[in-house]
């Protein structure tokens, strides 16, 4: 199955080249692509908008995709993680975009540090599933997310149904939210939030363990 960016005569081919959706050869990336930066500086940007923005403002919908505490580990972090070790499209992540904004349009909820990080990892999934030919199964995506095999099953259900299964994207759709992501500043907006609770590691740790080794419970508390 092809990925939505790799058509060079679509559009502006340029903003594909730009954040790294398409390599020349196809060789397979060895760092994350600029896109990566980029989400994270619209994600990050979000959140403190939400956190800048009145009291009555900021109340929204509880999802299931909340949990009790932040993880420790960035978003840039995160995303960087996932990317290195689900090996999946750098267009999966433009698409896990689209998939988050659609969840907080359809269910009035905001994007909070106690849900962007399972958003995004239960998003980047079934992207991969959508456009990748081949992808890992949730229990590898469980452990390279921090979430139990448990808990990311029930999230990718909650997310399907939210977003009524509708998991294709266009390309007229993919490539605005690509000029979006392009105009974010490349070097985001450093968000720490310290977690007492959850397994103790610090984001070097996160970046550098291998799913394997990494507690399974640190973004599902």
């Known amino acids: 199955m092809e990925t939505l960016a790799t058509d ?33 500086s619209s994600l990050e940007r979000s959140l403190l908008l939400h956190d800048e923005s009145p009291p009555e403002f900021q109340h929204s919908a509880v999802t299931v995709f909340d949990g009790r505490s932040p993880p420790e580990i960035t978003i840039s972090d995160y995303l960087d993680r996932i990317f290195i070790y689900s090996r999946c ?3 999966c992540f433009v698409a896990a975009y689209i998939y ?4 907080l349009d359809v269910t009035r909820a905001h994007l909070t540090p106690l849900n962007v990080h399972r958003l995004v990892v239960t ?8 456009f990748d030919d081949r992808y890992y199964n949730n229990a590898y995506y469980a452990r390279v997310g921090g979430v139990s095999t448990r808990e990311l099953n029930r999230l990718e259900m909650k997310l399907l149904f939210a977003l009524d299964f509708k998991l294709q994207v266009d390309p007229h759709t ?18 720490e939030w310290p977690i007492k609770e959850a397994c103790r590691l610090d984001k070097e740790t996160w970046r550098k363990s291998t799913p394997e080794s990494v507690c399974s419970q640190t973004t599902a508390r």
């Not at 998003?123 to 959508?130: D, F, Q």
């Open 8 to 40: 060079p005569g679509f559009i502006d081919s340029g903003v594909y080249l730009r954040l790294g959706l398409i390599v020349e050869g196809k060789i397979r990336l060895k760092k994350p692509p600029t896109l990566l930066s980029r989400l994270a």
């Open 89 to 91: 499209s750098p267009s």
């Open 100 to 103: 988050i904004l659609q969840f």
């Open 123 to 130: 998003s980047v999934m079934l992207a991969a599933k959508v």
């Open 174 to 191: 993919f490539h605005a939210h690509c000029c979006q992501l392009e105009k974010q500043n490349s070097d985001g907006i450093q968000i």
